[in-house]
Each structure stands twice: as structure tokens, then as C-alpha cells.
């Protein structure tokens, strides 16, 4: 299991390098989770799609919610992963 971290969401540099050589050397044995939260850019979310699709093409992609501390999904989160499961491969 792999989580990828997107800049837009985590605040933290990325880390898109470091995500290819785990995807590569992991192969179809991995999944991926792409953490979501209201602020997510969509294209970063297609560029960690297409980096799995390159580097470990059968493993599945998992969007997984940001929840706050009580363990609660921001209403605008939801709308955003809605809307990001309409991309090919991708899983909400």
C-alpha cells in the first residue's frame, strides 16, 4: 500500500520521484491511495494516476477522504471526490 501525498492537500513538497521507484519496484503487488480533501488539484491527482499507469499499470488507485480529528469528511471533500472518480482507473 502506498499513500501519495499531493502538494495541493499536504502542503508538503512533492514527492513524485520518490512515489515512481516504490511504484516501480512494488509492481502490480501495490495499491495506491490518493489522499483527498476540498483543496486537491485535479491535475494532480491525473498525474498520479498516469504515474501508476507508467510505473505499476495493475495496481488499483484508491481516493481516500482527509478527515478531520473527530474522523468527519468535509462536505466539499465529497463533492471533489465525486468528481474525481469519473477518472479511468480510479476508485472512490
Known sequence: SMDVKL??????RPFWDQHARFLALAGDKAYVKVLIDAATDVAEVERAAALVGEQSPGAAIFLQPITD??????VDAAD???ELSELPDVHA
Not at 7 to 12: K, L, Q, V
Not at 69 to 74: A, E, F, S, T, V
Open 7 to 12: 502538494p495541493s492537500n499536504s502542503g508538503e
Open 69 to 74: 480529528p473527530r474522523g468527519r469528511i468535509d
Open 80 to 82: 471533489t471526490i465525486a
